[in-house]
């Protein structure tokens, strides 16, 4: 079964960067759309950014577009999906989470993920924005 880490959440001053990555164990990525969704506390989980499984079909939400940028290496080893957030605000302050999934919609990454489309979760890694 899928299982997946994501990493690099941290405490950040506003303006700053940080760099999400999301790794799987047991199986790999690559016939995956990897989809990222963030939930701050009292607020539902939101879709924040996709990448589809060839990784040619990128969507970003209104929310961070034009600060993040999604990639993936799809490397036989080990496959992994990075998300690089730039000049970050105090509402960006969330748990941020990957998910995985092969149906049409998050292995195309035609749109927002929705976070019905996608079968697998990891943990979650918090992100804090404050001075």
């Known amino acids: 079964q899928l299982q997946l880490v994501e990493s690099g959440g941290g405490l950040v001053q506003p303006g700053g960067s940080l760099r999400l990555s999301c790794s799987a164990s047991?199986?790999?990525?690559?016939?995956?759309?990897i989809g990222w969704f963030r939930q701050a506390p009292g607020k539902e989980r939101e879709g924040i950014s996709c990448?589809?499984?060839?990784?040619?079909?990128?969507?970003?939400a209104d929310s961070v577009k034009g600060r993040s940028t999604i990639s993936r290496n799809n490397a036989k080893t080990k496959s992994t999906v990075i998300l690089q957030l730039n000049d970050l605000k105090p509402e960006d302050t969330a748990t941020y989470f990957c998910?995985?999934?092969?149906?049409?919609?998050?292995?195309?990454?035609?749109?927002?993920?929705?976070?019905?489309?996608?079968?697998?979760w990891g943990q979650g890694t918090q992100v804090t924005v404050s001075s």
């Open positions: 047991g199986l790999t990525l690559d016939y995956y759309g």
């Open positions: 998910a995985a999934g092969r149906n049409e919609y998050p292995a195309t990454c035609r749109g927002v993920p929705h976070k019905e489309e996608y079968d697998y």
């Open positions: 990448i589809s499984s060839s990784g040619r079909n990128i969507n970003y």
